[in-house]
């Protein structure tokens, strides 16, 4: 008599390593850390914050890095209006270079501005932009900034 054949076991092997590699890429992509603030004494670090606290609606926070109160507009020698900005969560701001002088700045970013869904999946365009910084006192302040992440103060309601 002759023994059974042998399950063949590379298969098995095999799935086991893919089923692995998939285990460690979906731990990295869940398990990663929220990335590091930039530094809030550099003029790149001041526009990450001043941009996060434009896209969260918190005025307050954005006054904070505006040299003038009316939240960096993007026309100074104007008054500040309200700008049809993008929904909260569809406006993706990426650092794409720092030009740094003796009392200004100018920090360009990328603006990826995504809109709905698509059937090539979720439509979205960049557009290049720039914040004019000021040094005030020693500390980097927000001059003029993009029309996407100006927030202008609720002007009063007439009775």
Not at 95 to 117: F, K, N, P, R, Y
Not at 134 to 159: I, M
Request: charged letters at 15%; one cysteine or more.
């Amino acid at each position: 008599m002759t023994a059974p054949p042998r399950p063949d076991r590379t298969l098995i092997s095999v799935l086991a390593i893919i089923a692995g590699l998939v285990a460690v890429a979906l731990a990295v992509v869940f398990f990663r850390g929220v990335a590091e603030p930039l530094a809030e004494s550099t003029p790149a670090g001041v526009v990450q914050r001043y941009a996060a606290a434009v896209l969260n609606n918190d005025g307050a926070a954005a006054a904070r890095y505006s040299t003038d109160g009316r939240l960096g507009t993007s026309h100074p020698d104007r008054p500040c209006v309200p700008a049809d900005r993008p929904a909260s969560g569809t406006l993706r701001v990426t650092l794409a270079s720092t030009v740094e002088h003796a009392d200004t700045a100018e920090v360009h970013v990328v603006l990826a501005t995504s809109s709905g869904s698509g059937p090539f999946g979720n439509p979205e365009y960049e557009t290049e932009a720039v914040f004019g910084l000021e040094r005030v006192n020693g500390n980097w302040l927000v001059a003029t900034a993009p029309w996407q992440l100006t927030l202008c103060p609720v002007p009063a309601v007439k009775p």
